[in-house]
């Protein structure tokens, strides 16, 4: 079936460093989403990116939808406690097809 | 005001038994679905219903029956409970199939421990 491979699972970071995680899939997707979870919580809506070579800024965070619309990241700049969490990219292969999750990477930030 | 909510929250019980989760969408939103997060953190769909009809069925042992009475409702009953049922549940609802806007707004999970 269709996956959406997520790379690190695990990043573990001062407070103040750079993260970032990727997302990779062998086919075109018409969309991927980014969604964060807070360790105990839910997964919330963090961004959609639909257009091939995309790029949208949330203030620390930088979101790209690569050129070929098969790969995707999520950068955070300057890293602070409260990013703790796990992020999902989660791409749409179009039609009624579902949500693909990918597995998702666990941040740790040390004070 | 909360816009997806589950209940109950937490649901401890034993193998064989049969329960049921609840949730309510108040957003308005035509497509509702179920997703197990197990102990690793793996989000998988199980199933998807687009206003009252169900639309995705993943590969979900039929001990699982999903219920839609209308577009703001989609509740899950499993029946004779197994050990690998131990995970948190969540419900998610995302506006109408082919809006162009996919995002899903997550219940708060419903964490079922099967002992």
């Known amino acids: 079936g269709q996956q959406v491979m997520q790379i690190p699972q695990y990043q573990h970071v001062q407070e103040g460093e750079d993260f970032t995680t990727y997302c990779n899939s062998s086919t075109t997707l018409s969309n991927i989403q980014w969604y964060k979870q807070r360790p105990g919580g839910h997964p919330v809506f963090l961004i959609q990116l639909v257009k091939s070579g995309e790029v949208k800024k949330q203030k620390r965070l930088t979101f790209q939808f690569g050129e070929a619309k098969k790969n995707s990241s999520l950068h955070i700049t300057a890293t602070q406690t409260t990013d703790v969490g796990t992020y999902f990219c989660a791409g749409l292969f179009g039609g009624n097809t579902p949500l693909v999750f990918g597995k998702g990477t666990r941040l740790s930030v040390i004070a | ?115």
């Open chain 2, 1 to 115: 005001d909360t816009a997806v909510s589950q209940t109950p929250k937490y649901l401890v019980t034993q193998m064989g038994n049969d329960k049921s989760i609840k949730c309510e969408q108040n957003l308005g939103h035509d497509t509702m679905y179920w997703y197990k997060q197990d102990s690793k953190k793996f989000l998988k769909i199980m199933f998807s219903y687009n206003n009252k009809e169900l639309i995705i069925n993943e590969t979900v042992p039929n001990r699982f029956s999903p219920k839609s009475p209308d577009k703001a409702h989609l509740n899950l009953h499993i029946n004779s409970l197994e050990l690998g049922d131990s995970a948190v549940y969540f419900c998610a609802s995302s506006p109408r199939l082919g809006t162009g806007s996919y995002e899903q707004y997550f219940g708060p999970g419903t964490r079922l421990t099967v002992t």
